[in-house]
């Protein structure tokens, strides 16, 4: 699958992604990506996150490609039974741990637990050895549960903007590589 055959929903984490982002810099380079838009996103409302990312895979008239990042994988995750609409497939980045009671800030945990069951599409998680989000063994957990492809990012924090992810070059590519065996 090209970029091009998809329609990819960018859907970002607690309090969005900025433009030095590197879901912002991918949501501008590929032309059939749009994002979830949420109407909190200082003040995350699971049951309101899970509704918007539902609606945009139902509203979608080509097969659906979700890039999440952090809160947008728990999000995309909790918002499954509600799709009406296949999926093609999830590029999952630095999932949180929304069981752990020491999450801050503390509504975040409202997003969890995971499901545990496979995932009903191909996916890649990618999760990082010192996220301050979630421990690397709980996301390697939460990815062999789905079914997930697991790719171990090395000690690059919460992979985004302010731990050095604004282009992530390297993201770009694995996620080119997903798309064409889609």
Request: net charge negative.
């Amino acid at each position: 699958m090209k970029a091009s055959d998809a329609d990819i929903l960018i859907i970002p984490g607690y309090t969005n992604s900025g433009p030095d982002h590197w879901q912002t810099r991918w949501q501008s380079r590929l032309s059939t990506a749009r994002r979830v838009e949420q109407e909190a996103w200082s003040k995350p409302v699971r049951e309101d996150w899970v509704a918007n990312v539902a609606k945009a895979v139902n509203e979608a008239e080509k097969p659906v490609v979700l890039v999440a990042h952090s809160l947008g994988v728990a999000t995309a995750v909790q918002a499954i039974p509600e799709f009406r609409k296949p999926v093609a497939g999830a590029f999952f980045v630095a999932p949180p741990d929304v069981a752990n009671s020491r999450i801050r800030p503390k509504h975040l945990m409202t997003f969890g637990p995971y499901p545990r069951d496979p995932l009903p599409f191909p996916s890649i998680t990618i999760a990082s050895r010192n996220d301050h989000f979630c421990a690397f063994d709980v996301a390697e957990d939460i990815a062999a549960a789905w079914g997930s492809l697991f790719l171990d990012a090395g000690e690059s924090g919460h992979i985004n903007a302010e731990s050095g992810f604004g282009p992530w070059p390297e993201g770009s590519m694995t996620f080119a590589k997903f798309l064409q065996q889609l």
